[in-house]
């Protein structure tokens, strides 16, 4: 599983898990009322409801900025599922030290910090541990969908999406000629009806590596993805870089580093 599969570190997802996590802890706390949660938060000098309420916005902090960052590091890599679960677990441990703290000062009575942590730990980990696992299951029943509704016809598709994990372009594998970087953006260089078309996506080719290698596309240049298919020749130019020229009119000669000199020539 990973980002570009079912979105589960996309804006969609950040924004469900920011809300239900703490939520869910708030409802279960109240109602179902853990072993020993009232004696430990009803003090002299705070109610157990306000208490309740401030561990309420401490979880709803800490999953929030822990959810943005999982949802960045979704914008440059695929989060696969052992990275995902070790980053739910560390969301439960960061809560529980957060909440563990507050508990600490609150007390009037010496208590050790140590002591409140492991106590918090079971309480967050007990009243959070459901809401993740209801969401991972809707992850996968829907990742496994995707799977069965997958066509071999669609599968030599090849999707694009921008950095915001939006799809903005579909297109056969054999239609994509080469792809240029620049800057934020990258430029897909692909036939229509044997007449060169270019479609801007602003995304990062480090972003879309794994999807074009996965289909058959191979780096040539620290900026260039090439389809070893239209590949008519590989020289050296009058300036002494070598360069791929395409078996299709009207295209620019593709210029290819000497890191990738070999893995070229072995493909035409």
């Known amino acids: 599983m990973n980002a570009s599969n079912n979105n589960i570190t996309g804006r969609t997802s950040t924004i469900l898990h ?23 938060l009803d003090m002299e000098h705070a109610s157990f409801a ?26 440059y890599r695929s ?17 529980a030290l957060f909440s563990s703290l507050y508990i600490t000062l609150m007390l009037k009575e010496s208590v050790s910090y140590f002591e409140i942590a492991g106590t ?12 993740y696992i209801f969401l991972w299951l809707q992850y996968e029943i829907y990742a496994g969908k995707q799977r069965l509704d ?21 297109i056969a594998r054999e239609a994509v000629m080469f792809i240029k970087s620049e800057e934020n953006y990258v ?3 692909y036939l229509d009806h044997d007449k060169n078309k270019k479609f801007t996506l602003r995304s990062s080719m480090k972003a879309l590596e794994e999807t074009l290698t ?22 050296r130019n009058s300036a002494g870089i070598i360069v791929a020229e395409l078996n299709k009119p009207n295209c620019d000669t593709i210029p290819i580093s000497r890191k990738y000199q070999d893995v070229i020539t072995k493909l035409i």
């Open 18 to 40: 920011s809300l239900a996590i703490p939520l869910f802890f708030l409802f279960f706390t109240i109602f179902y009322k853990p072993r020993g949660i009232e004696k430990l």
């Open 120 to 131: 918090a730990m079971i309480l967050i980990m007990t009243s959070t541990i459901y809401p």
């Open 150 to 170: 997958e066509t071999p016809d669609e599968k030599s598709l090849i999707r694009f999406y921008d950095e915001y994990k939006k799809l903005k372009l579909v």
């Open 79 to 95: 989060v696969s599922k052992q990275t995902y679960a070790a980053w739910c677990v560390c969301e439960m441990i960061i809560a």
């Open 214 to 235: 996965k289909h058959g596309l191979v780096r040539c240049h620290r900026s260039y993805f090439i389809n070893p298919e239209y590949i008519k020749i590989v020289h």
């Open 50 to 75: 306000f208490n309740i309420t401030i561990l309420f916005c401490i979880v709803l902090l800490s999953t929030s900025i822990t959810r943005v960052w999982l949802y960045l590091l979704g914008l």
């Open 187 to 189: 430029h897909i260089h």
